[in-house]
């Protein structure tokens, strides 16, 4: 594989939105405090990483967390709407309760994980996994034999921890998309390997309470 492009993977850091249980979608939601924190933290993490370019969502909290890896490394953030969350449409800025209670039909099929079904009147798993795989392949195809960084959102992440490990779209997650974590795949133009998944190690110790609001 040694033409294999090596990827990072981040998802972006922690949003009030997030800790609220919110959905974001393409609401443009900026990073919280712990956010930011976490983004520095992460940007530290990956300072000696040979980065050869660093791509990520337009959406802000994607952007911020990119911009404080940039900075380490001297680059520019690459811009890549193919990168951003899944459109939740009329789910978006609901808690999970508040969709229960306000549309359980619809929540139960989203629960479920119907690929084809459009939720909230948005994208349907089948449509979203296409447009992020995409995006991905496009970047990694421009850096054949060298490390990237993709920053992004959970549900990007899950589609492409999906498509390295063979897992169906209407499987049951059992894996982490934790907050400004580390996760690695192999690329090349026959698909994803996973190497290495939810590494928090550089997140030890940073809490909401230890960071002023």
Same mark, same amino acid.
Do not use: K
């Given at each position: 594989?040694?033409?294999?492009?090596?990827?990072?993977?981040?998802?972006?850091?922690?949003?009030?939105?997030?800790?609220?249980?919110?959905?974001?979608?393409?609401?443009?939601?900026?990073?919280?405090?712990?956010?930011?924190?976490?983004?520095?933290?992460?940007?530290?993490?990956?300072?000696?990483?040979?980065?050869?370019?660093?791509?990520?969502?337009?959406?802000?909290? %994607?952007?911020?967390?990119?911009?404080?890896?940039?900075?380490?490394?001297?680059?520019?953030?690459?811009? /890549?709407?193919?990168?951003?969350?899944?459109?939740?449409?009329? !789910?978006?800025?609901?808690?999970?309760?508040?969709?229960?209670?306000?549309?359980?039909?619809?929540?139960?099929?989203?629960?479920?994980?119907?690929?084809?079904?459009?939720?909230?009147?948005?994208?349907?798993?089948?449509?979203?996994?296409?447009?992020?795989?995409?995006?991905?392949?496009?970047?990694?195809?421009?850096?054949?034999?060298?490390?990237?960084?993709?920053?992004?959102?959970?549900?990007?992440? /899950?589609?492409?921890?999906? %498509?390295?490990?063979?897992?169906?779209? /209407?499987?049951?997650?059992?894996?982490?998309?934790?907050?400004?974590?580390?996760?690695?795949?192999? %690329?090349?133009? /026959?698909? !994803?390997?996973?190497?290495?998944?939810?590494?928090?190690?550089?997140?030890?110790?940073?809490?909401?309470?230890?960071?002023?609001?």
């Amino acid at each position: 594989m040694d033409n294999a492009t090596r990827l990072i993977v981040i998802r972006h850091g922690e949003t009030t939105w997030n800790r609220a249980t919110r959905i974001q979608g393409h609401t443009d939601i900026p990073l919280s405090a712990l956010g930011l924190a976490q983004a520095e933290r992460l940007a530290q993490a990956l300072a000696d990483e040979p980065l050869a370019a660093i791509y990520a969502s337009d959406l802000s909290r %994607a952007r911020q967390t990119a911009e404080a890896l940039a900075a380490v490394h001297g680059l520019p953030v690459r811009q /890549d709407r193919g990168l951003r969350e899944r459109a939740f449409g009329r !789910f978006e800025g609901l808690s999970w309760q508040e969709i229960d209670q306000g549309y359980p039909e619809e929540a139960a099929r989203w629960r479920r994980r119907e690929p084809d079904f459009p939720v909230g009147g948005g994208e349907s798993l089948v449509d979203f996994s296409a447009r992020c795989l995409a995006a991905a392949q496009r970047a990694a195809a421009a850096h054949p034999g060298q490390s990237i960084a993709l920053v992004a959102h959970g549900g990007v992440l /899950d589609c492409l921890y999906r %498509a390295a490990t063979r897992v169906a779209l /209407d499987a049951p997650r059992s894996w982490q998309l934790g907050n400004a974590t580390i996760n690695r795949l192999l %690329a090349t133009p /026959d698909g !994803f390997t996973l190497v290495g998944w939810n590494d928090d190690q550089h997140l030890a110790g940073l809490s909401a309470d230890d960071i002023a609001a």
